[in-house]
């Protein structure tokens, strides 16, 4: 019996071998090169990709078959019908990248982000804990996205580009 995950919304079969990461599953099986093999011990999220559209994960630091039944979206899968994601448009507008390496998880480690400020996820610098409002700052994104080094210094332009991203996406 065949275990299944659906990648960038289709449905595809695990590797036979269960010490497969999702990572190399992506890039080597599956032929998905967005997703960056950085550091390839969790240190620095260019391995980032979403699960079930909203938690985000190392993939690097995952197992392939961990995720069987789930949904694994990774950077190939935000565009739609050949236009960007609104978020890698801002990313382009803002130069929120310069040799692009970390981009792909920048971008979804951001859409996680979001997603947990709209569950009311605190972080280190989240002043009441007891809200279930967070309020999007700089420093928010800032401490959020730490996780996600960037070797050029563009992150003047991935916080502004978040930001623009979030208030356009703001209700």
Do not use: W
Request: proline share 4%; net charge negative.
């Amino acid at each position: 019996m065949s275990q299944i995950i659906t990648i960038n919304g289709a449905a595809v079969e695990l590797p036979a071998d269960p010490r497969v990461s999702l990572l190399d599953f992506l890039r080597e099986h599956l032929q998905l090169s967005g997703t960056k093999k950085g550091c390839n011990q969790g240190a620095c999220g260019a391995c980032t990709v979403l699960v079930d559209g909203e938690q985000r994960i190392l993939s690097c630091l995952a197992l392939a078959v961990q995720y069987e039944g789930r949904a694994v979206t990774s950077v190939e899968g935000l565009a739609a019908n050949g236009d960007l994601h609104p978020l890698q448009q801002a990313f382009v507008e803002h130069d929120g990248f310069q040799c692009g390496y970390c981009t792909p998880g920048q971008i979804c480690s951001a859409l996680g982000m979001e997603a947990e400020l709209r569950r009311g996820v605190p972080s280190y610098v989240t002043e009441d804990l007891g809200t279930d409002t967070i309020e999007f700052t700089a420093d928010e994104v800032r401490e959020r996205m730490s996780g996600n080094l960037c070797r050029c210094g563009a992150y003047n332009g991935i916080v502004a580009a978040v930001t623009d991203h979030h208030t356009q996406e703001a209700p």
